[in-house]
C-alpha cells in the first residue's frame, strides 16, 4: 500500500529544490556555481535560499530511506537493489555522456563568465567528458541513494531479524525530537576549511556522513507508522517551532554563505532544519494523505523531472544573464516559469525515446 503523503512530500520537495535553483543560479551571497548576482547591493530575494536549503535535502533522504523500508517489505534484496542500481547509478553515470554533457556545456560556459577562464584550448574530446563529469549537477543526490541503498543492504544482512528498525519503532515524539543531535553531528563531519585544489568541496557537497544518517533515520524510524502518527498529532506545535527557528535564522544570518560548513553546522540552522523536516512529515501525514490526478502525475514524473531540469537553470538563466539586459525581475520571472514548465517538458519527451529513456531516467518503459 502506498503512503500518499509521502508521495506527496516527496514531489513538493523536488519542486522546492527546483525554486531554490533559480534563487541559487543568481545569488550574490558567495554559494558556489551560480553565474552571480546583480550589483553590489542586498538580494532579499536570496532569503529564499536561506528557508529552504537547510532542510530539502536531508528530507529527501529521509522519505527515501522510509520508502526502502517499505520496498523492502515486499522485494527480495538482490531484487530491490537491481531494480535501485538501474533508476539511480545509470542516470548519474551513462547518463552523464547522453543527456547532462549539455549542463557542463553550459556550466563550463559559466565558469568562465563568473571566475574567468575556458576550456577551449582544451581537445575536443577531452571537453565532451569534462562537461559529461560537470553535468552531475544535483545528480549528486542519487548517487549517494545508490550508495546508501548498497550500505543499507548491508546492514540488513547483519541485522537479518531487522531487530533494530523494530526498536526504533517504539520511539516517542520527545525520543524524536532529540534525534536532532544526529542531525546536527552529522553536519559537523563537513570540513571546516576546504582546500580549493583539493576534493574538500566535493566532499562537503556530497556530505556523505550526514545524509547517510537522514536516509538511515528514515528507514530505522520515520517508517513506523507510530512514530508517523505522533508526528502528524504535533504537526502545529512542530511547525510553529519551525517557522520562529527559521525567522531567527534568516534575520540573523543573512548575507552569510548558507551553504558554508560553519553555516550549516551552526545549532541554529540544524534546529530549523530538524524542525522543518519533523513539521512537513506530520503536515502531510494530518493533511494531505490523499491523492488525485495531479498528485498522481507528480508522483510518477518528480524523479524525472529532477534529474533533467538543472539543464534549463544553467542554459536559460546563462543566456539572459549574459546575452540580454533584461531587467533581474524579468530573469526571475521567465526562470521560474521555464524551470517548471520545460522540465515536464523535456521529462515526457526522453520518456518516449528507447535507450535515452532507459540512459537518462533508468526506465525501461
Known amino acids: 500500500m502506498r503512503r500518499n503523503w509521502i508521495d506527496n512530500l516527496r514531489w513538493v520537495t523536488v519542486l522546492s529544490v527546483l525554486l531554490y535553483h533559480v534563487f541559487y543560479f543568481f545569488n550574490n551571497k558567495g554559494v558556489f556555481g551560480g553565474i552571480g548576482g546583480f550589483g553590489g547591493g542586498p538580494q532579499y530575494q536570496d532569503a529564499i535560499m536561506y528557508i529552504l536549503y537547510p532542510w530539502f535535502m536531508p528530507l529527501l533522504f529521509i522519505l527515501a530511506g522510509a520508502s526502502s523500508a517499505y520496498a523492502l517489505e515486499n522485494h527480495p534484496g538482490k ?11 545509470v542516470p548519474s553515470t551513462i547518463g552523464l555522456l547522453v543527456f547532462q554533457w549539455m549542463t557542463g556545456y553550459f556550466n563550463s560556459q559559466i565558469a568562465a563568465y563568473a571566475q574567468g577562464g575556458a576550456v577551449e584550448s ?3 574530446v577531452a571537453r565532451y567528458f569534462i562537461w559529461a563529469v560537470s553535468g552531475t549537477g544535483p545528480l549528486w543526490f542519487i548517487q549517494n541513494l545508490w550508495l546508501f541503498s548498497l550500505i543499507l543492504l548491508i546492514i540488513r544482512g547483519i541485522d537479518k531479524k531487522d531487530s533494530l528498525r523494530s526498536l526504533c519503532g517504539k520511539a516517542s515524539l520527545p525520543v524524536v525530537i532529540l534525534l536532532g543531535v544526529l542531525f546536527w553531528l552529522g553536519e559537523q563531519t563537513l570540513i571546516q576549511n576546504p582546500r580549493p585544489e583539493t576534493a574538500d568541496g566535493l566532499l562537503n557537497l556530497y556530505k556523505p556522513i550526514f545524509y547517510l544518517i537522514t ?3 528514515g528507514y530505522f524510524v520515520f517508517s513506523h507508522d507510530s512514530v508517523q502518527e505522533s508526528l502528524r498529532k504535533a504537526w502545529i506545535p ?8 527559521g525567522a ?5 544570518t543573512f548575507g552569510q554563505d548558507n551553504t558554508s560548513p560553519q553555516y550549516l553546522g551552526s545549532p541554529l540552522c540544524c534546529l530549523y532544519g530538524w524542525m522543518m523536516c519533523l513539521a512537513l512529515m506530520g503536515w502531510f501525514k494530518a493533511c494531505f494523505d ?3 490526478a495531479f498528485a498522481g502525475y507528480m508522483t510518477r514524473s518528480s524523479f524525472g523531472i529532477y534529474v533533467v531540469h538543472y539543464l534549463v537553470i544553467a542554459s536559460l538563466g546563462y543566456m539572459m544573464k549574459v546575452h540580454t539586459n533584461l531587467p533581474p525581475v524579468a530573469m526571475y520571472v521567465i526562470l521560474t516559469v521555464a524551470v517548471f514548465t520545460l522540465s515536464p517538458l523535456i521529462y515526457e519527451v ?3 525515446i528507447p535507450f535515452v529513456r532507459w540512459c537518462v531516467l533508468g526506465e525501461k518503459k
Open 79 to 89: 531484487e530491490w537493489f537491481k531494480a535501485r542500481t538501474r533508476k539511480l547509478l
Open 122 to 124: 582544451i581537445p575536443g
Open 215 to 217: 536516509f538511515l533515520l
Open 290 to 292: 490523499r491523492t488525485g
Open 238 to 245: 512542530l511547525m510553529a517551532c519551525a517557522a520562529v527557528s
Open 350 to 352: 526522453i520518456r518516449r
Open 248 to 252: 531567527l535564522l534568516v534575520i540573523t
